[in-house]
């Protein structure tokens, strides 16, 4: 029997058009009738598909509609069951994500591509970072800081001058955004496992946000984020998508 399918498409003209299209061909059920989801859109899409489809259990394939796709397949609508049924499985394992905000009240969400907190004025954010209950920096004056999957690596991370990270390498990039100081510290590589803590020195004068992916919480005075190692989300690629080599080559280009 055929896999059921749950299409989730951009509210762009292409990709609704997509949308349409496949659905000229294949039956669209609801998403807790799924065996399998199908992003149609750009890297976006693909994220808050993840997010739609976290707690389902279901694998996300996605098809390209959107400005970069690295996270996508080509769009094309034939032989998308054989597609399907060929395609190779990569695990992924978000973030959590916990804040505290100036108040007092407690904010949870996941993040797959990274955890980003920013100064909300002009005054740069002081923050200090804790590694394993362990101070590391007592105070980095910067405009933020990211903690990225390696998933999410070539995303902000990556313009945020971090560093690449495999699929397979088991650690995360902690980077900093503009840092003042100190000058010197460019971010470090932690272990999957690491728990981080940020807590915002002096944040009535020097507010930050912090952002999991599109979920963003205001004003906050403390942030955790660990990964979430016993719950991940299965993304699924044609074989010459290789997301491992994809994210390996991103390493050699200019």
């Keep these: 029997m055929p896999p ?45 598909t993840l997010h739609q489809t976290y707690n389902h259990g279901i694998p996300v394939y996605g098809m390209n509609c959107g400005s970069v796709g690295f996270l996508m397949n080509p769009y094309r609508p034939e032989k998308l069951l054989e597609r399907l049924n060929d395609a190779h499985q990569v695990e992924i394992f978000p973030l959590q994500m ?38 590391r920096i007592p105070e980095l004056v910067c405009d933020g800081i990211l903690l990225a999957t390696p998933a999410g690596s070539t995303a902000y991370n990556l313009s945020a001058h971090g ?7 088991n650690v995360l990039a902690l980077t900093p955004i503009s840092a003042f100081r100190p000058r010197r510290w460019k971010g470090a590589l932690l272990p999957s496992h690491s728990r981080v803590k940020i807590e915002i ?29 016993s719950h991940g989300c299965t993304l699924l690629f044609d074989p010459d998508q290789n997301l491992e080599e994809r994210i390996l080559k991103e390493q050699f280009t200019s």
């Design 201 to 229: 020195n002096n944040p009535e004068k020097r507010p930050v946000s912090a952002t999991a992916d599109s979920t963003e919480i205001r004003h906050v005075a403390s942030v955790e984020i660990k990964q979430a190692d």
């Design 98 to 135: 916990k804040t505290i905000d100036e108040k007092g009240t407690e904010y949870d969400a996941i993040a797959f591509n990274e955890v980003a907190l920013l100064r909300q004025t002009r005054q740069a954010a002081k923050l200090k970072i804790s590694v394993d209950n362990i101070e």
């Design 163 to 169: 560093p690449i990270i495999p699929l397979s390498a």
């Design 4 to 48: 059921k399918l749950t299409f989730i498409a951009a509210e762009t003209k292409e990709a609704q058009d997509a949308l349409h299209n496949l659905q000229k061909y294949y039956k669209n059920v609801a998403l807790d009738e799924a065996d399998i989801a199908v992003a149609i859109g750009g890297d976006g899409t693909m994220l808050e």
